[in-house]
Every structure is written in C-alpha cells, then in structure tokens.
C-alpha cells in the first residue's frame, strides 16, 4: 500500500474533533489557511484534512417551523379566536387563556405549508403572525 493510500485510511478514522485539529496543525506548519480561496499550495489541504474542511457549520436548511401568534387587535378578537381553537385544537373556554401571554407559539413543527396555511388563516382573521 502506498504512503498516499495509508494516510487516507488513517484520515478515515479521524473524529470531527481530530480532523479540526489535523486542520489546524497542517495551517500551522505549513504556513497556509485551509479558509482562503484555493491556491497551489492550498489544493493540498483540503484533500489531506479528510473532509474536515466539510465539518465547517453550513446553514441547514430548515423544514420544520414554528407558527407564533404576535399580537391580536382588540377589535378582532373574536374571529382571531376563532381561527386559534381550530389550529390550536384547543376547547372554546381555553382560547382566552391560551393567548393570554403573547407572543405565543400556535403550531410547533411543522412543515412550511401547513405554517404558511396557518399564518395566512391568522391574518386573514386579523393577527400579527409569524412564521419561525
């Protein structure tokens, strides 16, 4: 097996935590930054860091959401209410108590059409939602 070949298998081995390190040994002794756009000398970082450069945070994205009521107008309680008993599933006489405190989550993850739906049928009643 050639030295090429050994050190990938070794890299498979690697933790996050380990290949994060080995990232920043090889800056450090090289004089490089795994971070800056490729150069010569940079194309060999990434490949020997094992994918460590991939472990980097990357914004997920995101598929389930929460749907927050933020205020409801005075003048439009009743049907506001309304549209809260039936997204909440919640009983007539706890509607009131439900959104005593706001801002308040409705629905808890959930897919975004099932919360775009639901901050549409609040603000269509009247509410300031939103969709986080």
Do not use: C, H, W
């Not at 990434?46 to 409801?72: H, M, N, R, Y």
Request: aromatic letters at 4%; proline letters at 4%.
């Amino acid at each position: 097996m050639s030295a090429v070949n050994e050190i990938v298998e070794k890299l498979k081995t690697l933790t996050l935590l380990e290949a994060s390190e080995l990232v920043s040994k090889i800056e450090e002794t090289f004089g490089v930054d795994a971070s800056a756009p490729a150069g010569g000398a940079m194309m060999m970082a990434p490949a020997a860091s094992g994918g460590a450069v991939e472990a980097a945070p990357k914004e997920e994205e995101k598929t389930l959401f929460d749907v927050v009521l933020e205020e409801i107008p005075a003048d439009k309680k009743v049907s506001i209410y309304k549209v809260v008993r039936s997204i909440a599933n919640i009983a007539v006489n706890q509607v009131k108590e439900f959104t005593a405190t706001l801002p308040k989550a409705i629905k808890e993850s959930v897919s975004k059409e099932e919360a775009e739906a639901a901050k549409q049928q609040l603000q269509d009643a009247g509410a300031k939602v939103k969709v986080v």
